[in-house]
């Protein structure tokens, strides 16, 4: 596609309920990330991805969260018996990695979780 | 380990008025500076970006940001506004030795007052 995409925009869960959600990357992009963002806050980072591969998952809050990519395209982030803290906005970016940092990161619009 | 701090959590400006808005880091390696535009209801937008070279980027939008490696500073400006600036910006920095982990700002939401 176009841009980056992500599903669904929105997710109400309950606390203790399992959600997935998913990211359409743009085609041929080989760099996936993942953040989270607080209300007021900055995205913090979450995971990466370099095609199917978890290069680095250090940003993830606890072992209730887990992604992943296995076809090096889609990406999915699952969080399990989600509670109350978990409620942010959820930001998936993709890539094209280059030599020399700075590589310019597109994002999607969001996944706004809420937990009640 | 850096950070990135972006001191004004809101910025009203009269439409057409110039407007700063600030950006410090810290980090004890070089770092890679960027800031990004959120507009409401849509995803995060690269502004400009600064590698290496000149210390005045421009960007899109007739955003303009300056490098400063003394004061640790990228602050982003532009000579007058319009209503449709209206966003959250949002600072961040990306250390040189890693292709892509962006440490963010809180952000800074420019308020265009007609």
């Known amino acids: 596609g176009a841009g980056v995409s992500q599903s669904p925009r929105y997710k109400v869960a309950k606390r203790g309920q399992d959600v997935a959600l998913r990211c359409d990357p743009i085609?041929?992009?080989?760099?996936l990330f993942w953040y989270q963002q607080a209300l007021g806050q900055g995205p913090e980072f979450l995971t990466y991805?370099?095609?199917?591969?978890?290069?680095?998952k250090s940003g993830l809050p606890s072992d209730r969260f887990f992604a992943e990519r296995p076809e090096g395209s889609v990406s999915t982030l699952k969080i399990q018996r989600t509670q109350q803290e978990d409620s942010a906005v959820y930001l998936c970016?993709?890539?094209?990695?280059?030599?020399?940092?700075?590589?310019?990161?597109?994002f999607g619009q969001g996944t706004r979780l809420t937990v009640v | 380990a850096q950070s990135v701090t972006q001191l004004d959590s809101q910025v009203p400006v009269f439409e057409e008025a110039p407007v700063e808005l600030r950006c410090n880091y810290s980090?004890?390696?070089?770092?890679?500076l960027f800031w990004y535009v959120q507009y409401p209801n849509q995803g995060l937008q690269l502004l400009l970006k600064?590698?290496?070279?000149s210390t005045l980027v421009k960007g899109i939008n007739g955003f303009e940001a300056e490098f400063n490696k003394s004061q640790t500073s990228f602050h982003l400006r532009k000579p007058s506004v319009h209503i449709s600036d209206t966003a959250e910006y949002f600072c961040?920095?990306?250390?040189?030795?890693?292709?892509?982990?962006?440490?963010w700002g809180a952000g800074t939401k420019l308020i265009i007052k007609p």
């Open positions: 961040a920095v990306c250390p040189s030795d890693s292709n892509y982990q962006l440490i």
């Open positions: 085609s041929g992009h080989v760099s």
């Open positions: 980090s004890s390696v070089s770092v890679y």
């Open positions: 970016a993709s890539s094209q990695p280059k030599r020399q940092g700075g590589t310019e990161a597109f």
């Open positions: 991805f370099q095609n199917e591969a978890q290069l680095d």
């Open positions: 600064y590698l290496s070279g």
